[in-house]
């Protein structure tokens, strides 16, 4: 909104051509949204402990901890996040460019689906929310949506073309089975994180870290300079999605405050479902998809943990780990949560320079 207030009246002031600076925009992105988790995190932290009166429903077949130091913390917290990044963006973002509102649809979309699988936990006292066909189903729904928004947006042949790293010529067409791609890059990262959201400030950093790593890819891919530079393929208009990055960012440090531990909101299916797919429609847009497997190495780690135990079960009647996801293993081995935490933070910090390395290796 304030690009096109004041970045037209540059020529008649000059200080308002820090307005047409996507790196000043950016800036002012990550404070607005760290100021607005400030000001609104303890009123609304304090509003959901009045409605929830025994907090989030905590599974009887996780750690055992949990019951005792996780009980009556309330959950839902992810709406503080969804209206730190959506009001910043708004603010901060040049409205006229059509990623940005895709984006933004994909997120609230993500969000909303969360936000009714932690209302049905909360009013069943269950560990329970939507069936995971109808969940899967709805989220395939909004990012096939998205996918195909990307495909209009994106001048061809990028559209429905994959990036390959390290390989600067390649660019296979997938054609319409881009959109199939693009759905599971999108629904994958979202539950990714929402897996890897199991312990105070586990998955936020990790999201944050992410964040600002795609903000600057996007900066990078969107301006044509640098992207022949860098020898990447150039996404025209994608550069704003660094002002969205930044509030992502902002945000996730503004939760962070809160969920520090010990965590006196969780961010719940309502922001882990929405930051995840945020992360997978601009990994999308500015043609980085194989990359954000690399930087959110992290929720990889945390899913195929899952995967190979409920196959391993299935199959053998065994269970690779003790528990999973990946943290919980930890935590039955005896590890400090803040110990999980923070190696896991470090193992996010070394898989967000590898991915950010490809960017030169090509």
Known sequence: MLYLLFAPLADRFVAFNLFRYITFRSGGAVVTALIISFICGPSIIAWLRSKQAGGQPIRSDGPESHLLTKKGTPTMGGFLILLAITGSTLLWA???????????????????????????????????????????????????????????????????????????GVLPDLGWFFLVFAAFVITGASNAVNLTDGLDGLAIVPAMIAGGCFALISYLVGNVIFANYLQLWHVAGAGELTVFCGSLVGAALGFLWFNAPPAMVFMG??????????????????????????????????????????????????????????????????????????????????????????????
């Open 94 to 168: 040049d409205l006229a460019n059509a990623y940005i509102w895709v984006t933004l649809f994909v997120t609230a979309g993500f969000g909303a689906v969360g936000f009714v699988d932690d209302y049905r936990k909360l009013t069943r006292r269950s560990h329970k929310g939507l069936s995971s066909r109808a969940k899967f189903l709805i989220e395939l729904t909004i990012s096939a949506v998205g996918a195909y928004a990307v495909t209009l947006i994106t001048h061809p042949p990028l559209g429905t073309s994959l990036a390959v790293p390290f390989f600067k």
């Open 269 to 362: 299916d309502t922001g882990s479902l929405a930051i995840g797919a945020a992360l997978g429609v601009v990994a999308v847009i500015t043609k980085h998809e194989l990359v954000l497997v690399i930087i959110g190495g992290l929720f990889v780690l945390e899913t195929v943990s899952v995967i190979v135990q409920v196959v391993s079960f299935k199959l053998t009647g065994r269970r690779v780990f003790r528990m999973a996801p990946l943290h919980h293993h930890f935590e039955q081995k005896g590890w400090q949560e803040p110990t999980i935490v923070i190696r896991f933070w470090i193992i996010a910090s070394i898989l967000a320079i590898a991915g950010l390395s490809t960017l030169k290796l090509r």
